[in-house]
């Protein structure tokens, strides 16, 4: 191998330590693929330049180009014009970079394939990749081509988590160290020879500046070996407020987050405008309860126009395990014991409403307002209890015609908004419930719910990148119209005040997986985090709504009743093994067979033929991560390109040695063949023939490097001079003897090759592009023949 080939696997190692400090970033490796692939592409391009002449600002252009073009095939396919890119798909990648810059502003590490962040991603590889070419073999400057590296490298330590960052760390140090010992060796390879002045004086003794070199070389590995271990930001993360942890934004309804070590708490806070779910598949608890149900944490009263928050009511120790407060009338005892595996922070899961903690109760202290509980150390870590809720007994046809509450002295506290609420939002609720033809409390509520979840208008995402904009939630209601629970129990919350109704967002977990092996067990999970708004309703208390279109049921008092096999269940439409999952597809309408698509259950029970002028056909989901699909096809392409690519090359060169021997007419012409062949194998597995070097110049320089047999080498060359140039040529038994020597002298120099020049003699198309750029060998005269 030489040395511009090692110099160039070098350089590459670090590009791929590189790409792999991705993965400190990413949630997922979907990215390596086009990642990988682009800076291959770049790779090649930039060597395919060199070798056509193009000098290096034009080979930036033609990079930038490839670029452009690579991008628009991978993100952008279905905006191409015959393959080629248009201002579409150009427009596409800008806007889809622009999302994901905004998103930046609330996501952390590990944070989702968004397109934006994998093209920026593919981008930066790439412009490594093509600096790195031109930097090393044109512009010899190997630390003008680690700058992009370093950067990536270091700005991923900063901003990416992971346990492996500090081996991360030191892999991409020694990648470093060895293209830059490389890359001087190659340089220095090509200034020439090395000839001493006085080849029988002894060595001169090493200068002072070569005693320091090494000493700075030791120094600088000692402290990248050491560095890692006494640094704390290596194990924390460098800016804490990029870094997740415990007490900081949470997972699931809220921004989502959790400790470092596992557990993982639920922020107690929701915010109007998109964060980062970072809702994880870990269990968090396991409860085994009479009948599924919401298990709620908190419950929140304060909203100042983008946050929703916990009222300061106060709290309470629980003394007997009774929790307070009052219960309203037709209640059924719902009996939950928790276990509480991974869950962190400092609220405790029940449904609602918590009565009595029979068992554990000294670990708790209840809101005075609300009754949520929450441990009386901070920490609600390990914990294992038992709770008696009293939950509402609901049916539809009896709230229909039940009368929304009056909290006393606290209704304004459930009714207030901000002073500069938006009041485009009443008159969008009041215009929706008009057309739903709702007329009771209940009715008109029931139709809000409608509207987002089953109207079609509205669709589940939780990629939705945040916007600075005051007008965010009217904007999200009549123009974007995509988010996840936040934003439609926002919206739910907001749109139920504006009407006067006293309502509340709790914050909690959908019911979680049935456990097939244990009846009445569920696990919970992170992808199971939840919030969900409730108005308060005369003699029934808090009334649970579900605006969010998921793929799940409304819940069943929210729906006109149908037949039911266990009516006692209010999710008795969930299988065994079957959750409620926070990241289920967006939901079609509910409305049945003979509710046309578009209208949501109130307006088909109105017999309403038209939802009226505001509401918008039902939406097709966007898929932002379409390009998965799409470059999945992109690297099946790849992977054939190579394979034929593998297959080919060798068996067209085979094809070639044949051809020459096939078109040989006389001995001569054989002998020539032999040669050639020889010529083949030496410059791809030993060394190349210079121009203007003859046959026997070019074998004496191998057999004095001993890279063939001196011998069978010579005789060879001699057999091929004498039919190139004598009069009488070959006859067929020195032709024979050419062709045997040929194939002896390609297997001792196959046996004696590095595996290097193995796979060059076998897979470089570099003999066959210039066998085809050569002339043709002239004809032997007739005279040889004869």
């Avoid at 909690?508 to 092996?517: A, K, Q, R």
């Amino acid at each position: 191998m030489g040395t511009e080939a090692r110099a160039r696997l070098a350089l590459g190692g670090v590009l791929l330590v590189t790409l792999l400090a991705f993965g400190q970033l990413f949630a997922g490796s979907d990215y390596v693929g086009p990642a990988l692939l682009g800076a291959l592409a770049a790779a090649g391009a930039t060597m395919v330049c060199r070798r056509l002449g193009a000098g290096p600002w034009l080979t930036l252009w033609v990079s930038l180009i490839g670029l452009a073009w690579y991008l628009c095939i991978v993100f952008e396919s279905d905006e191409l014009f015959y393959g080629l890119p248009s201002p579409q798909a150009a427009a596409g990648l800008i806007n889809s970079v622009t999302r994901a810059v905004s998103a930046s502003n609330a996501d952390f590490a590990p944070v989702p394939m968004r397109p934006g962040y994998v093209t920026m991603t593919v981008a930066g590889l790439w412009a490594c990749t093509t600096l790195g070419e031109i930097a090393t073999f044109r512009w010899r400057r190997p630390l003008l081509a680690s700058l992009g590296p370093i950067a990536l490298v270091a700005f991923l330590m900063i901003v990416g988590q992971g346990p492996l960052a500090a081996l991360l760390a030191l892999v991409f140090v020694a990648a470093l160290l060895t293209y830059w010992a490389l890359e001087s060796t190659h340089r220095l390879r090509s200034w020439g020879r090395w000839v001493g002045a006085w080849t029988n004086r002894e060595g001169d003794t090493d200068g002072v500046t070569g005693r320091v070199a090494r000493r700075m070389g030791l120094g600088a590995v000692t402290a990248a070996l050491v560095a890692p271990l006494i640094v704390p930001a290596f194990g924390s993360g460098v800016l804490t407020w990029r870094t997740p942890v415990e007490g900081g934004p949470g997972s699931g309804a809220g921004s989502g987050s959790g400790p470092g070590g596992g557990g993982r708490a639920i922020d107690p806070f929701v915010d109007l405008q998109p964060k980062l779910l970072e809702q994880t598949e870990a269990e968090l608890f396991t409860v085994q309860a009479d009948v599924p149900a919401y298990w709620r944490l908190v419950s929140l009263t304060q909203f100042d126009g983008q946050t929703w928050t916990p009222g300061r009511f106060g709290t309470r120790p629980v003394e007997d395990g009774l929790v307070g407060g009052v219960s309203p009338e037709g209640t059924r005892d719902v009996t939950q014991t928790y276990r509480l595996t991974g869950l962190r922070g400092l609220y405790a899961p029940a449904a609602e409403k918590p009565a009595e903690v029979t068992e554990g109760g000294e670990e708790f202290h209840t809101d005075v307002e609300t009754q949520h509980l929450q441990a009386a150390d901070g920490s609600v870590a390990d914990l294992e209890y038992t709770v008696r809720s009293e939950s509402p007994d609901l049916d539809y046809d009896t709230l229909r015609t039940a009368r929304v509450g009056d909290l006393g002295e606290n209704q304004d506290v459930y009714t207030q908004l901000p002073s500069d609420y938006d009041v485009r939002i009443l008159h969008l609720a009041e215009r929706w419930i008009d057309q739903a033809g709702a007329t009771t409390d209940f009715d008109r509520l029931v139709a809000l719910q409608d509207r987002f979840q089953s109207s079609g208008e509205f669709l589940y995402s939780e990629t939705v990148a945040p916007e600075d904009d005051d007008d965010y939630l009217y904007r999200f209601l009549t123009q974007s119209r995509e988010g996840y629970c936040q934003q439609f129990a926002t919206a739910f919350g907001v749109m139920a005040r504006s009407l006067g109704y006293p309502t509340r967002l709790s914050v909690g977990f959908l019911p979680g997986n049935s456990d097939p092996e244990e009846e009445g067990t569920y696990v919970v999970r992170g992808t199971h985090a939840h919030a969900w708004p409730e108005v308060y309703f005369e003699d029934y208390g808090w009334v649970s709504f579900e605006p969010t279109p998921r793929s799940i049921a409304s819940l069943p008092h929210t729906q006109e009743p149908l037949p039911r096999i266990d009516a006692g269940n209010p999710f008795s439409d969930i299988g065994p093994g079957l959750g409620l999952d926070g990241r289920n597809n967006p939901r079609a309408g509910v409305g049945g067979a003979a509710c046309p698509e578009g209208l949501t259950q109130a307006e088909c029970q109105a017999n309403l033929a038209n939802p009226g002028p505001d509401a918008s056909l039902p939406r097709v989901p966007t898929d932002d991560f379409a390009w998965q699909q799409r470059f999945a096809v992109i690297w099946r392409v790849a992977l054939v390109l190579l394979a034929l690519f593998l297959l080919l090359v060798p068996l067209l060169k085979e094809l070639r040695t044949r051809r020459r021997y096939g078109r040989a007419k006389s001995p001569s012409g054989l002998t020539a063949a032999a040669f050639s062949q020889f010529l083949d194998d030496a410059s791809e597995l030993t060394l190349g023939r210079a121009p203007s070097e003859s046959a026997i110049a070019y074998v004496s320089r191998l057999g004095r490097r001993q890279l063939v047999s001196p011998l069978q080498a010579g005789r060879l060359a001699f057999l091929y001079e004498r039919a190139e140039y004598s009069a009488p040529g070959t006859s067929e038994g020195q032709a024979d003897e050419a062709r045997r020597l040929a194939r002896m002298l390609r297997k001792s120099m196959w046996t004696q090759a590095s595996w290097w020049m193995r796979l060059r003699r076998l897979f470089s198309p570099t003999g066959l592009v210039a066998s085809l750029r050569r002339s043709p060998r002239p004809k032997l005269r007739s005279r040889r023949a004869a």
